[in-house]
């Protein structure tokens, strides 16, 4: 090693170096060599974002609506969220003051963690979860604390699992229902037990609810409109996933004033503001994308039977999710681990799965396999991966 490029190593933040690369993207830099490849993996949908909601951005730039917006988002979008979020999830927000529009939900949480951690606060977080989480807490300089999930409970997490973790440092606890990688989502009585956890132990709890929309049985709950809860709670939710929106990039953060306020002067120095023609595009979303919304999530769950269903027939066994377009599979009994697994299958039968290692150490012996693509595309893949699991 040249003493240069010794030097330019040693410019880089200790915390920062720790930092793996997301094993999702590690992972499709083997697909990106490979040719006609049906991709279970990147977890975005199919469908292209609505007409009405793409028209509603158009329009925007052609009435020349390209200039920055206040820090906390346009006040119609904030008020159309405030009034979503009291209506489907019964939480009320004032939208002057405890709703901020983020560039998607991933900034959002960013912005959460980092108003919240002080260095080496502890954060409770469940996996198999999505890659970001542990990254992200370790980038606002606070210490990781996982809790494993497992599929015998549906992949939900126990409220006993998580005091076992608790210590004086525990600041915070994140919750992802319904889950990626999983699809587990949680019940009222679950997430009760969770919340009277967090009361003791004054805990502030960090809900990402990006998924809620895409929960197919039972009614999804958000802890945050439990009694006791909307003042110690951030909620985050956005527009990716409903709406197919994901390149649109927005989300948002609702909490009481003085934490949307702490937010809010972390996301000034950074972003500034989120994109306003992706502002007026959410707009109409949230007032009238609901149509949308529920046709996606009808044709996700055909699919998600179809390949639950696929996957256990072929001797892999996997619960099935009740939200999210995700099905978890376990490979334990191929004797792969799953980053073997997903290789074999890539180069073998051209079909791209995220091996479970990516989403946390329990993940290990278990596959994601997105089924946010077309029913034949879905049929394909599973008769392809029906045929390695027999050369197996």
């Known amino acids: 090693m040249t003493a240069t490029s010794a030097s330019n190593g040693s410019y880089i933040a200790r915390h920062v170096r720790g930092i793996p690369r997301s094993g999702i993207r590690e992972f499709f830099d083997i697909v990106a060599s490979q040719k006609d490849v049906i991709s279970l993996g990147v977890g975005e949908p199919d469908f292209v974002t609505p007409w009405h909601i793409r028209e509603a951005a158009i329009y925007a730039l052609e009435q020349g609506r390209t200039s920055y917006t206040s820090n906390l988002g346009t006040p119609q979008l904030r008020a159309a969220v405030a009034a979503h979020i009291g209506e489907k999830f019964h939480v009320n927000y004032d939208p002057a003051t405890e709703v901020l529009i983020a560039v998607g939900v991933s900034e959002a949480m960013d912005l959460a963690l980092r108003a919240v951690i002080d260095p080496g606060d502890e954060v409770i977080y469940h996996e198999p979860c999505y890659v970001s989480y542990s990254p992200s807490i370790a980038l606002a300089h606070g210490i990781p604390v996982p809790v494993s999930c497992r599929a015998e409970d549906g992949f939900a997490v126990r409220a006993a699992d998580i005091e076992k973790v608790i210590s004086p440092k525990s600041k915070a606890l994140v919750l992802n229902f319904p889950t990626n990688p999983t699809g587990g989502t949680m019940t009222r009585p679950e997430l009760e037990e969770i919340a009277a956890l967090a009361i003791r132990h004054d805990l502030v709890v960090l809900t990402d609810e990006i998924y809620s929309e895409l929960t197919f049985e039972g009614e999804h709950t958000s802890i945050a409109s439990l009694p006791g809860m909307r003042e110690r709670t951030i909620f985050l939710h956005g527009?990716?996933?409903?709406?197919?929106?994901?390149?649109?990039?927005?989300?948002?953060?609702?909490?009481?004033?003085?934490?949307?306020?702490?937010?809010?002067?972390?996301?000034?120095?950074?972003?500034?503001?989120?994109?306003?023609?992706?502002?007026?595009?959410?707009?109409?979303?949230?007032?009238?994308?609901?149509?949308?919304?529920?046709?996606?999530?009808?044709?996700?769950?055909?699919?998600?039977?179809?390949?639950?269903?696929?996957?256990?027939?072929?001797?892999?066994?996997?619960?099935?999710?009740?939200?999210?377009?995700?099905?978890?599979?376990?490979?334990?009994?191929?004797?792969?681990?799953?980053?073997?697994?997903?290789?074999?299958?890539?180069?073998?039968?051209?079909?791209?799965?995220?091996?479970?290692?990516?989403?946390?150490?329990?993940?290990?012996?278990?596959?994601?396999?997105?089924?946010?693509?077309?029913?034949?595309?879905?049929?394909?893949?599973?008769?392809r991966m029906r045929r390695l699991v027999n050369r197996l």
């Open 239 to 383: 527009f990716s996933k409903a709406y197919a929106m994901t390149g649109f990039r927005i989300g948002y953060a609702c909490a009481p004033v003085e934490l949307t306020e702490a937010m809010m002067r972390i996301h000034q120095y950074s972003m500034l503001c989120a994109s306003i023609i992706s502002q007026e595009a959410a707009l109409e979303a949230i007032l009238h994308g609901e149509p949308d919304t529920i046709e996606m999530r009808d044709q996700y769950k055909l699919r998600r039977n179809f390949v639950v269903s696929a996957l256990n027939s072929m001797g892999l066994k996997c619960h099935l999710p009740r939200g999210s377009f995700y099905a978890f599979p376990s490979i334990a009994g191929t004797g792969l681990t799953s980053k073997e697994f997903a290789v074999r299958l890539l180069r073998e039968e051209k079909v791209a799965c995220v091996p479970g290692s990516a989403f946390g150490a329990c993940g290990e012996t278990f596959l994601r396999c997105c089924f946010a693509t077309s029913l034949p595309q879905l049929e394909q893949a599973m008769e």
